[in-house]
Each structure stands twice: as structure tokens, then as C-alpha cells.
T-cell receptor, first 115, second 114 residues
Framework: AQSVTQLDSHVSVSEGTPVLLRCNYS??????LFWYVQHPNKGLQLLLKYTSAATLVKGINGFEAEFKKSETSFHLTKPSAHMSDAAEYFC?????????????FGSGTQLTVLP | ETGVTQSPTHLIKTRGQQVTLRCSSQ?????VSWYQQALGQGPQFIFQYYREEENGRGNFPPRFSGLQFPNYSSELNVNALELDDSALYLC?????????????FGQGTRLTVV
């Protein structure tokens, strides 16, 4: 079984300050982990993915995440927030289970960027 | 290269009716998955199709069914609609079914059941 916990349902930062969105996972297998972003009335866009290579993963738009197995965490960070980063962010775990790849989503973190 | 497209974008149905949602997968992708996203929640896995066969299913009743066609496009059918079926339905395609493969999502179909 696999699960994802996003520790904050809402995060508010000022433009130009760092962003930290927290995610813990649980998986019976060696997991693949993803962060997706969802802007209002839009589909999901992949920000970055971890698939057992480097533990520090760089994604699009200046986002990065670090896989920490000992802490079962995969937190998303960005050094400097931009107004366009305001959106819903989902941490996702994917693990092989049978023949199908099932993505398990966290409940989401709503990021607000203040001017 | 075209992305994942879903139709219709919005739909209103009456309780008890049946609905069909459609998804065109990205070129070269043979795997399609469907997700239900209720308001304020993360998407929930409904089922996955790989080369026209359902090969994985989440915790959804049998009135949720699907098809995948030889061109890898897909349909999601929901019978006997209930008010709680109101949600955003997302389709995702990927070039394989492995856990490490990236899923590309469409913009979704917003279903409202009244």
C-alpha cells in the first residue's frame, strides 16, 4: 500500500521569498515520487520527478525537491516565489503494484503568493 | 506532438442518467488512466487501460466502466449517476505502465450531477 501526506493545506508567502511545501510518503516498494501543479481551471502539470537516481531533483520554473529516504519525505522548494506560482500543488507517489501503475495523490497544498 | 485532450469540458446530468467522457491520448502513448477529483481534494485513481485491456482499478463501483480503442483513445462511462459523482474527471496518458513513467494529464471534464 502507498500513501502521501501533504503537511500543509495552505501556504502563504510574499513574492521573492522562499517556498517550502512539505510532503511525506509511505510505500511498500521503492517509490517514484512526483510533484504536480494545478492552476485554476487547468489540468495537472508535472513539475519534477524522482525515480531512484539523484536524490536532489530539479524541475521546471526553478522548483526542486529532495528525496530523503530516512525521513520518508519529498519536500518541494523554490528560492524565490513569483506571483505566477500561486496554484494548487500535489505530491504524488507511484509504485508498481501488479500490472498497473497507480498514482496516489496527496490532498494538495494551496500556495498563495502575496505582492 | 498533440497533448492529451478531453471532451466535453463541462457537462450537466440528472441523477440516474448515464454519461460518457472521452479522452484522446498523447501520440505514442499506449496507457490511459482516469482519475476523479472532487472539489477541494486530490485526484483519486479510477482505473487504467493498457493496450485495450483494463489492468488496474481503484476503489470505484462497477457502474464506472471504460474502454480503450486501438488508437489508444479512451472512454469513461458512468451509469446511474449519483450526486456525489459531481467532480472533475481527469484523463492521463503515458508511454508505458511502469511506475517511473510520467503521466500527462488533460484539462479534465467538469461533471455536475443535479
Amino acid at each position: 500500500a502507498q500513501s502521501v501526506t501533504q503537511l500543509d493545506s495552505h501556504v502563504s508567502v510574499s513574492e521573492g521569498t522562499p517556498v517550502l511545501l512539505r510532503c511525506n510518503y509511505s510505500s511498500s516498494y521503492s517509490p517514484s515520487l512526483f510533484w504536480y501543479v494545478q492552476h485554476p481551471n487547468k489540468g495537472l502539470q508535472l513539475l519534477l520527478k524522482y525515480t531512484s537516481a539523484a536524490t536532489l531533483v530539479k524541475g521546471i520554473n526553478g522548483f526542486e525537491a529532495e528525496f530523503k529516504k530516512s525521513e520518508t519525505s519529498f519536500h518541494l522548494t523554490k528560492p524565490s516565489a513569483h506571483m505566477s506560482d500561486a496554484a494548487e500543488y500535489f505530491c504524488v507517489v507511484s509504485a508498481p503494484g501488479g500490472s498497473a501503475r497507480q498514482l496516489t495523490f496527496g490532498s494538495g497544498t494551496q500556495l498563495t503568493v502575496l505582492p | 506532438e498533440t497533448g492529451v485532450t478531453q471532451s466535453p469540458t463541462h457537462l450537466i446530468k440528472t441523477r440516474g442518467q448515464q454519461v460518457t467522457l472521452r479522452c484522446s491520448s498523447q501520440s505514442g502513448h499506449n496507457t490511459v488512466s482516469w482519475y476523479q477529483q472532487a472539489l477541494g481534494q486530490g485526484p483519486q485513481f479510477i482505473f487504467q487501460y493498457y493496450r485495450e485491456e483494463e489492468n488496474g482499478r481503484g476503489n470505484f463501483p462497477p457502474r464506472f466502466s471504460g474502454l480503450q480503442f486501438p488508437n489508444y483513445s479512451s472512454e469513461l462511462n458512468v451509469n446511474a449517476l449519483e450526486l456525489d459523482d459531481s467532480a472533475l474527471y481527469l484523463c492521463a496518458s503515458s508511454p508505458g505502465q511502469g511506475a517511473r513513467t510520467e503521466a500527462f494529464f488533460g484539462q479534465g471534464t467538469r461533471l455536475t450531477v443535479v
